[in-house]
């Protein structure tokens, strides 16, 4: 049963950008969460989606970021406009209930 | 917001020796989970408390879910040289809708001199 995959591993992006980073959850998992890291922190929640649709997205900026988990294919996770400010890791993590398994995560450089 | 408080930030432990860290939170949680995450990967999960009061292992690993809830510990025995990486806590409401989100610490970073 493979694991939780992400692509791509690493993503540079210029500013003002479009980033789109993607999440394949384990298999029989219905529930897709995507969270944030920056540098020698812990991960910060930012939305929850089960197939097609959105639970929680309390943690996700207003503003240029969007995710989605359509009925068929990978959880997306949209960054429009990149700024430098979004440079970090972002990991996706897929559940079957209440434990979270995660990805290998995309690292996003803004340059 | 809820916020956890990890401990300590850091360890330099010698091989063979036993290591404890620990979470607080406050307020309250109905699952905590402990991960660990090596460089350029992913958290892997480790443990899993979802009772008040519980003590789990996982070989070398002990945790414990505090009875106020509102704090966990983990203890590495005997450690090894690939003890090392950085730990995190995470705490979760559960049940049900947004509940599900985890709440992380900051992490603590495990050195283990050979």
């Known amino acids: 049963n493979a694991g939780v995959m992400q692509n791509p591993r690493h993503l540079v992006r210029r500013r003002g950008q479009e980033a789109r980073l993607r999440c394949s959850p384990m298999?029989?998992?219905?529930?897709v969460y995507w969270y944030r890291q920056l540098p020698e922190e812990g991960l910060k929640f930012m939305v929850y989606l089960q197939k097609e649709n959105i639970i929680d997205e309390s943690g996700m900026p207003k503003e240029r970021f969007s995710a989605e988990f359509p009925k068929e294919g990978p959880s997306i996770l949209r960054i429009q406009q990149v700024v430098r400010g979004d440079s970090a890791a972002y990991f996706c993590?897929?559940?079957?209930?209440?434990?979270?398994?995660f990805g290998p995560g995309t690292r996003l450089t803004v340059t | 917001g809820q916020q956890l408080n990890q401990s300590p930030q850091s360890m330099f432990i010698q091989e063979g020796e036993d290591v404890s860290m620990n979470c607080t939170s406050s307020?309250?949680?109905?699952?905590w989970l402990w991960y660990k995450q090596d460089p350029g990967e992913g958290p892997v999960l480790l443990i899993a408390?979802?009772?008040?009061?519980e003590l789990t292992s996982n070989g070398r690993l002990t945790a414990q879910f505090g009875i106020t809830r509102k704090d966990s510990f983990l203890n590495i025995s005997a450690s090894i040289p690939s003890d090392v990486g950085i730990y995190f806590c995470?705490?979760?409401?559960?049940?049900?809708?947004?509940?599900?989100?985890?709440?992380f610490g900051k992490g603590t970073l495990l050195t283990v001199n050979p």
């Open positions: 993590a897929s559940s079957p209930h209440s434990e979270q398994y």
């Open positions: 995470a705490g979760q409401l559960g049940s049900g809708g947004s509940n599900y989100k985890l709440t």
């Open positions: 298999k029989g998992h219905s529930h």
């Open positions: 408390l979802y009772k008040a009061g």
């Open positions: 307020s309250i949680f109905n699952t």
